[in-house]
């Protein structure tokens, strides 16, 4: 195992979104690389969003299978590459236990590995969630990525808050 050289792939601010994304991709090989993880860089979409605000990165699967790679040009912009590469190590865990565990989680498994790569535990929300579990009373609403009973069977549930019906959305997009 080498030793994971963040700085050498230091880029500034001033940087487009292709350049940043093109040394983004470089450094997740050899993050990749260094800690043994299953992650295929080319076979996945990487985006920067301009607009997401509040989520430093996220990762878009389908059917548990990880497809794109989402960073956040407004974190770049604020807190430099030293943050987007923490991202960059945070989602690729993601990718790695999607494909070895179908874990989208940040259990047991993300947070061994978290400590590992240096990077946070806690990303604001992960991904897109398949379905919203949805009550009819209060509008609170639950992101679900698995087929569960409560996604297959809401009427067999009430909601933790109000007690009201639940019924399921389908997310798409
Ligand atoms: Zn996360
Ligand atoms: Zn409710």
Redesign the pocket.
């Known amino acids: 195992m080498h030793e994971l050289d963040t700085e050498y792939y230091e880029i500034e601010p001033s940087a487009s979104t292709r350049e940043l994304l093109a040394v983004a991709k470089l450094y997740a090989r050899e993050v990749a690389e260094s800690y043994g993880l299953s992650v295929d860089v080319s076979a996945l979409e990487w985006e920067v969003s301009k607009r997401a605000k509040r989520r430093a990165g996220a990762v878009r699967h389908r059917n548990g299978e990880p497809e794109t790679v989402l960073l956040t040009w407004e974190q770049f912009q604020r807190q430099g590459w030293r943050a987007t590469a923490e991202t960059v190590r945070?989602?690729l865990i993601?990718v790695h236990l999607l494909n070895e565990a179908d874990d989208p989680s940040?259990g047991e498994r993300f947070r061994s590995l978290a400590e590992d790569l240096q990077t946070t535990v806690?990303?604001e929300r992960?991904a897109e969630p398949n379905w919203w579990v949805v009550c009819a009373e209060c509008g609170g609403k639950l992101a679900r990525y698995r087929r569960s009973k409560l996604v297959m069977e809401p009427s067999s549930y009430r909601c933790g808050g109000c007690g009201g019906a639940l019924f399921v959305e389908e997310n798409v997009g």
């Open positions: 945070h989602e993601h940040h806690h990303c992960f």
